[in-house]
């Protein structure tokens, strides 16, 4: 990924087309309320079907073939909620609560204390000294380099793809997502025990009324891949070569948004699932601007194009990138650490 100089700002000025930004951070209702129905019709609908297939015993592939069409939808449906936090879906505050609140609950997270964590993501992403806010655990070169080797082990365990992309996601949703975050405010602990009530009401009705087995089959192939999916956008969206990153003192809040969020260009139909969060530099310039409007606004400033895009085929090269390395200030693997004569000598 690349960033074009002439939209490199000092960390007090805000640049000139930032202001054209603002526009774009208008909410509509009926546009909101048309993804809402489009959205969350088809995913009932979706996980009655895969009800029946499993009362009439199909091949259970059958059932995990719509999972995965559900969980695009479930996916999609969690854009929203997030949107909802910054409170851009609807123009109403009242409204924003109440959606996100059952957007929560249908994806297993609860809204107040997302919301806090998920602003201290905005406020400290790239800052190598404000990092474990709402992201994915990167260390430094230097800091593995000096690690004790259980640190060292637990650290590559976490960046593995298999747990990253598969264990991860589904203790994230399922247990993490149970109990308030650090520094949670009375607030985020009532949101927290309210979707943890509404999520075990809905497990009760679900098991008195098709089954307990019945649900799992159902709602956790369709968690489980959508949590996956979700993972797989955030890492991407945040570690990738040539991403931003950099001690509190230097740390340009303009760079970030520019070069420490990607571009992350989708085919259409991914682009419609992920609802256009693909447009990540876009929204970490302005995160008011609600989904169905960040197409809208890249197309119209010239220097939110200046990005270069990240591919699903680039993004795959991403996955060997676990650490930063302050010194050549780029992401890199734990393999090129084997010409390290610390390393070795360690």
């Not at 929203?80 to 249908?106: E, K, Q």
Request: net charge positive; proline share 5%.
């Amino acid at each position: 990924m690349s960033f074009n100089p002439v939209v490199v700002v000092t960390k007090k000025e805000k640049p000139e087309w930032y202001k054209a930004t603002a526009q774009y951070a208008q909410s509509e209702t009926n546009i909101a309320i048309r993804q809402l129905l489009t959205t969350l019709i088809p995913y009932l609908l979706l996980m009655i079907l895969m009800v029946q297939t499993i009362r009439n015993s199909y091949p259970y592939g059958i059932t995990l073939a719509l999972a995965v069409i559900a969980a695009a939808l479930f996916a999609r449906i969690f854009i929203f909620f997030h949107d909802c936090t910054h409170g851009s879906f609807v123009a109403s505050p009242r409204w924003n609560r109440n959606i996100g609140y059952c957007c929560g609950i249908l994806t297993f997270t609860a809204f107040h204390d997302w919301r806090r964590s998920h602003a201290g993501h905005h406020i400290t992403v790239g800052d190598l000294d404000r990092r474990g806010m709402g992201d994915i655990t990167i260390m430094t070169v230097e800091e593995y380099l000096t690690a004790t080797p259980l640190k060292r082990l637990a650290y590559r365990l976490y960046r593995n793809p298999v747990i990253m992309f598969g264990i991860g996601p589904l203790y994230y949703f399922l247990l993490r997502n149970r109990y308030p975050s650090p520094g949670a405010k009375k607030i985020d602990f009532i949101s927290v025990i309210f979707t943890n009530l509404a999520i075990a009401a809905i497990v009760v009705i679900a098991s008195l009324t098709i089954g307990f087995r019945t649900y799992l089959l159902v709602q956790l192939p369709i968690l489980a891949f959508a949590a996956t999916l979700g993972v797989w956008l955030f890492y991407n969206q945040h570690q990738f070569e040539g991403v931003y990153w950099a001690r509190h003192e230097v740390w340009d809040p303009w760079r970030v948004a520019m070069e420490g969020a990607s571009y992350y260009k989708l085919p259409w139909l991914l682009q419609w699932v992920t609802g256009n969060i693909g447009f990540h530099h876009v929204h970490h310039v302005r995160p008011g601007i609600p989904n169905y409007r960040l197409q809208e606004c890249y197309d119209a400033i010239p220097e939110l194009q200046a990005i270069t895009p990240l591919t699903l085929a680039k993004s795959l090269g991403s996955l060997h990138l676990n650490l930063y390395d302050e010194y050549q200030r780029k992401m890199v693997s734990f393999q090129s650490l084997k010409n390290s004569k610390k390393f070795v000598a360690d």
